[in-house]
């Protein structure tokens, strides 16, 4: 099977994570900074959490926002339902912002209109989390424009493009938002086996991130309340949970970033060649705006009007090509219902989705299995 997203692992990622087994920490030992410390230098920003998982990360810069009960937080329907559940699960209300048709990410003029009505209506969002769809930026100048306008904080779900830039910066540089989150998780653009990161410029907020990162404890002196009873002493200051990596995850995060730069040429290498594959069918391909260099974690077409994408998906699955759908909009999920969303919500995810194959892209992936993967499409489509 040509699976849809694949990690590439190589002997010094090997070695990295054998020397930390060798060393005497297994976690909470020096790889964690070091793997922040080149995140920071990679990203051009100040402040760096490396986290157990994108998800907590999501849930913790939601919480470090003071986002709660009675709030709300607005996403996009076009992710995966983490994006979302990290509001939920401080307690709070989430609602979404529809996508633009072209570029598949939250649309700015939508979310305009939308905040002008909750304005109105006397509940307008505490945060909103745009999600970079594919590895191609959101519009983030103009999200961070409405922030200033309608005082809300900007979370950007960027879990699928370390490495992509906006406007000539990295993603993660914070430029326009409060923070940045990314994944490690294995089909994303570099690796800990689980794993993610929070970026910030602002140092109350990074310090707000740590102590949420490990139970809401802290063993800063400057940071307690009372007194200091001596050296063992900590002092619990939040609410929160277990959301440390361990030097494992560290040790491999900070070998894959060595070659990020690598991956993301050979990924908008393969990008570029299923464009030229497709010439042919122009409606199909992802559209990219000017002001973004994708990182490419996803090359997602839309099956032309008019053909079942349902018959063009098992068709590639019977020929042993592993393409997958992103997303299924998250408020038609069952959970999702429940707390009273409806299909029809958000037209425009529900269409795109109706419409949507994800091709395997991956720094493996050979030019070979690439145009099988598109012959096999093409006469899918034709057939
Ligand atoms: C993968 C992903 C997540 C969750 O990442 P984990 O590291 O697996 O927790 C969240 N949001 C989006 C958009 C993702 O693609």
């Excluded at 430029?175 to 490690?184: A, E, H, I, L, T």
């Excluded at 002196?221 to 560290?250: I, P, V």
Aim: aromatic fraction near 10%; charge should be negative; proline fraction near 5%.
């Amino acid at each position: 099977m040509i699976p849809y997203g694949r990690q590439d692992i190589n002997q010094e990622d090997i070695d990295s994570v054998v020397s930390i087994l060798k060393s005497d920490f297994l976690t909470q030992g020096p790889a964690i900074p070091a793997f922040e410390k080149s995140i920071s230098e990679y990203c051009g920003v100040p402040h760096v959490v490396a986290l157990s998982s994108a998800t907590a990360g999501l849930h913790i810069a939601c919480l470090a926002l003071g986002l709660g009960r009675g709030d709300i937080a607005w996403t996009s329907p076009n992710t995966f339902p983490a994006s979302a559940n990290a509001a939920l699960l401080c307690g709070a209300d989430v609602d979404f912002v529809d996508i633009d048709p072209q570029t598949y990410n939250m649309c700015p003029k939508a979310l305009r209109s939308k905040l002008d009505q909750a304005k109105k209506n006397g509940r307008l969002p505490k945060i909103v989390i745009p999600v970079h769809f594919a590895g191609q930026s959101c519009d983030m100048a103009a999200i961070a424009t409405l922030a200033h306008e309608y005082g809300f904080k900007i979370i950007e779900d960027a879990s699928h493009c370390i490495g992509a830039q906006y406007k000539g910066k990295k993603i993660g540089s914070c430029d326009y938002s409060d923070f940045c989150v990314f994944s490690f998780h294995p089909v994303k653009i570099i690796t800990t086996g689980e794993g993610g990161a929070v970026t910030t410029r602002n140092p109350d907020l990074y310090k707000r991130l740590v102590l949420l990162r490990s139970h809401g404890i802290t063993r800063e002196e400057s940071m307690f309340e009372g007194k200091s009873h001596g050296a063992w002493y900590y002092e619990q200051l939040g609410l929160s949970t277990n959301y440390r990596m361990t030097d494992m995850q560290a040790a491999l995060g900070r070998s894959q970033l060595s070659r990020l730069d690598q991956f993301i040429t050979r990924r908008r290498e393969i990008a570029a060649r299923y464009d030229a594959l497709f010439s042919d069918f122009d409606s199909m391909r992802p559209h990219q705006i000017p002001e973004a260099e994708s990182s490419w974690h996803l090359y997602v077409v839309q099956v032309p009007q008019g053909i079942s994408r349902k018959d063009v998906f098992d068709k590639m699955r019977q020929a042993d090509i592993g393409v997958n759908v992103h997303y299924i909009p998250v408020h038609t999920h069952p959970y999702f219902r429940n707390i009273g969303f409806i299909q029809g919500d958000f037209p425009l995810a529900e269409a795109y989705y109706e419409s949507a194959i994800t091709l395997p892209l991956y720094p493996g992936l050979t030019d070979q299995d690439q145009d099988y993967v598109v012959s096999h499409l093409i006469s899918a489509i034709n057939s």
